[in-house]
């Protein structure tokens, strides 16, 4: 079986009871970064074998986890924050695995676009994730496709690109258009700031922000 571990987003009291479960009982753990992995088992004082599983090296591991899987190994999968496959290796294997007939299972756990978009105090109900955007080709084509949406829309940003993702909503949504910007979900500097796209690219062009960013951007009324 291969199991999807969510880890915590920031608050190591945040992980399950069940996902502590897992890791305990897994033979192998598949990690996006060995170091961070070895770091939230250190702290829960679990000793188990990690292989590194990235974006960079997941399509050349494929075959060999199939193969330690078919051989009846237990392997949990985690990411370095989150839910793996929520813009995060993950895919992949999950694919290849059913093709396979090999037991997937996905435990739930911390996902940080579902905090920010609940204290966004945008409509919740229905609502568009995209995580993060092509950095080029695309980028544009892609918020050219989004200016009709109606619902809620979710994306991941880089604190570096944060300025230039609210000037493009701008761009294309126009400055009146209410978002929010939720940075260090779980964290002790946890912030969300709501505003129309004008106020939060003047705030966070004057007080450039740090950390991992959630936005939530109102769909077109």
Known sequence: MLTLVPTPIGNLQDITLRALE?????????????????????????????????????????????????????????????????????????????????????????????????????????????????????????????KEEERTIVFYESPFRLVKLLEEVMEHFGAERKCSVSRELTKMFEETRRGTAEELFQHFSAHPPKGEIVVCVAGKE
């Open 22 to 146: 897992v890791l305990k009982n897994a033979d192998l753990i598949l990690a996006e970064d060995t170091r961070t992995a070895r770091f939230l088992l250190q702290h829960f004082q679990i000793e188990k074998r990690i292989l590194s599983h990235h974006q960079h090296n997941e399509h050349n591991a494929l075959k060999e986890v199939i193969r330690l899987l078919k051989e009846g190994n237990k392997i949990a999968l985690v990411s370095d924050a989150g839910t793996p496959a929520i813009s995060d290796p993950g895919f992949l294997i999950v694919r290849e695995c059913i093709k396979e007939d090999i037991e997937v299972y996905c435990l739930p756990g911390p996902t940080a676009f579902v905090p920010a978009l609940v204290m966004s105090g945008l409509p919740c109900d229905k609502f568009v994730f995209e995580g993060f955007l092509p950095q080029k080709k695309g980028r544009q084509s892609r918020f050219l496709f989004l």
